[in-house]
């Protein structure tokens, strides 16, 4: 079953129980609230879960306005047939960019924070399949000014895994940040009751002044061989994103060398990694054609070893963006927005799985 929610004030739901071939009719599952784009969603077997956020306010950090408000939770057990009335598990009005986990009954939940005008990174978990949700915690303290944002949560087992983008570093500042950040890790081994201290992943190449030092936007999938990270960077022959990936294999304990996977003369950026078993999926879109952005896609069957070549997903004359990806038993599925009819609307599409040699990242 492959499960589809967006909109803002309702929140609109469909699924497809045959791959994607067909859809049910739109339901809404929230009159009021707003999904955050980051990673409002998980299906778990028979049980989905869905995030978003209420009792909006504005705030002002560094960048910009920021709508910011409490993060609820739904859930479905019947695969998205009925769901039970929704649940709060942030207070203080301050959440933003969401993470959802779901794995084995256990759902593991991260979000960015600016309740007390500085963010943070907080976590909360339900190991009932939703039924109930412990308190949530702090579990990273960001700089007043800086940025300690985009959290992304996985697990598999007894395994936690979040990264999230972090300025601690005191980076030169590059585009509208006050300092380039890098990706930071932290794991728990105990289904999220104490964690490991933060460790920092990325180490941006020292570069002339005139350029930028960026590692962000990480995502992050966990699998019983291998951990695999993504994430947005700045390389040093340009002012520009491309796709770059780590690998751990045992289970976070140590990573090996990046890898990077896109090379494109405009930034290839917004990437959404997924995974199962020894697969992983990567899609980004990107502006090489004309500043007419597309999504593209490259996945693994080894673990992240080896990549297979970049595919062309999208090939429209608007802008394609900001993809989201899951698998099914026997495609790789990705939906997008996309603004082709002169307004953005949700866009869908699918790959079958195959199992080829792969290539070299």
Same mark, same amino acid.
């Given at each position: 079953?492959?499960?589809?929610?967006?909109?803002?004030?309702?929140?609109?739901?469909?699924?497809?129980?045959?791959?994607?071939?067909?859809? +049910?009719?739109?339901?809404?599952?929230?009159?009021?609230?707003?999904?955050? *784009?980051? $990673?409002?969603?998980?299906?778990?077997?028979? #049980?989905?879960?869905?995030?978003?956020?209420?009792?909006?306010?504005?705030?002002? /950090?560094?960048?910009?306005?920021?709508?910011?408000?409490?993060?609820?939770?739904?859930?479905?057990?019947? =695969?998205?047939?009925?769901?039970?009335?929704?649940?709060?598990?942030?207070?203080?009005?301050?959440?933003?960019?969401?993470?959802?986990?779901?794995? *084995?009954?256990?759902?593991?939940?991260?979000?960015?924070? !600016?309740?007390?005008?500085?963010?943070?990174?907080?976590?909360?978990?339900?190991?009932?399949? %939703?039924?109930?949700?412990?308190?949530?915690?702090?579990?990273?303290?960001?700089?007043?000014?800086?940025?300690?944002? @985009?959290?992304?949560?996985?697990?598999? %087992?007894?395994?936690?895994?979040?990264?999230?983008?972090?300025?601690?570093?005191?980076?030169?500042?590059?585009?509208?940040?006050?300092?380039?950040?890098?990706?930071?890790?932290?794991?728990?081994? /105990?289904?999220?009751?104490?964690?490991?201290?933060?460790?920092?992943?990325? !180490?941006?190449? +020292?570069?002339?002044?005139?350029?930028?030092?960026?590692?962000?936007?990480?995502?992050?999938?966990?699998?019983?061989?291998?951990?695999?990270?993504?994430?947005?960077?700045?390389?040093? *022959?340009? $002012?520009?994103?491309?796709?770059?990936?780590?690998?751990?294999?045992?289970?976070?304990?140590?990573?090996?060398?990046?890898?990077?996977? +896109? #090379?494109?003369?405009?930034?290839?950026?917004?990437?959404?990694?997924?995974?199962? =078993?020894?697969?992983?999926?990567?899609?980004? !879109?990107? %502006?090489?054609?004309? %500043? #007419?952005?597309?999504?593209?896609?490259?996945?693994?069957?080894?673990?992240?070893?080896?990549?297979?070549? *970049?595919? @062309?997903?999208?090939?429209?004359?608007?802008?394609?963006? +900001?993809?989201?990806?899951?698998?099914?038993? #026997? !495609?790789?599925?990705?939906?997008?927005?996309?603004?082709?009819?002169?307004?953005?609307?949700?866009?869908? $599409?699918?790959?079958?799985?195959?199992?080829?040699?792969?290539?070299?990242?």
């Amino acid at each position: 079953t492959v499960h589809i929610a967006w909109g803002s004030s309702p929140i609109r739901y469909i699924r497809s129980e045959d791959e994607g071939v067909s859809w +049910t009719s739109a339901v809404s599952l929230a009159s009021a609230g707003d999904i955050h *784009e980051t $990673n409002s969603l998980a299906g778990d077997g028979l #049980n989905v879960h869905l995030l978003y956020l209420t009792n909006l306010r504005q705030l002002t /950090d560094w960048c910009c306005a920021r709508d910011i408000g409490d993060l609820w939770v739904r859930t479905s057990n019947d =695969g998205g047939k009925t769901w039970k009335a929704p649940v709060q598990i942030s207070t203080g009005q301050g959440a933003f960019r969401v993470s959802i986990s779901a794995r *084995e009954g256990r759902v593991h939940v991260a979000w960015s924070d !600016f309740r007390d005008s500085v963010w943070h990174i907080y976590y909360a978990r339900s190991l009932d399949a %939703g039924a109930q949700w412990g308190t949530e915690t702090k579990l990273v303290d960001g700089i007043p000014g800086g940025e300690t944002n @985009r959290p992304q949560v996985a697990a598999d %087992g007894t395994d936690v895994h979040i990264v999230w983008g972090e300025d601690r570093d005191l980076n030169p500042s590059c585009y509208t940040l006050p300092n380039c950040t890098e990706v930071y890790y932290k794991r728990s081994t /105990d289904l999220g009751q104490s964690w490991e201290a933060d460790r920092r992943l990325t !180490f941006s190449p +020292t570069v002339p002044a005139s350029a930028v030092l960026l590692s962000h936007r990480a995502n992050i999938v966990a699998g019983p061989n291998a951990v695999i990270v993504s994430y947005d960077r700045d390389p040093p *022959e340009k $002012n520009g994103h491309e796709q770059y990936v780590l690998r751990s294999a045992d289970r976070g304990s140590t990573w090996e060398a990046e890898a990077r996977l +896109t #090379n494109a003369p405009a930034d290839s950026t917004h990437g959404s990694l997924t995974g199962r =078993g020894s697969l992983f999926h990567l899609a980004y !879109f990107d %502006g090489r054609l004309a %500043g #007419n952005n597309e999504i593209y896609y490259r996945a693994s069957y080894d673990d992240g070893l080896l990549w297979k070549p *970049e595919e @062309r997903v999208t090939n429209a004359a608007g802008n394609s963006s +900001t993809p989201h990806l899951a698998l099914t038993d #026997n !495609f790789a599925q990705v939906v997008w927005l996309d603004d082709r009819t002169g307004t953005y609307e949700v866009y869908y $599409n699918r790959r079958a799985l195959d199992a080829p040699a792969g290539t070299s990242g």
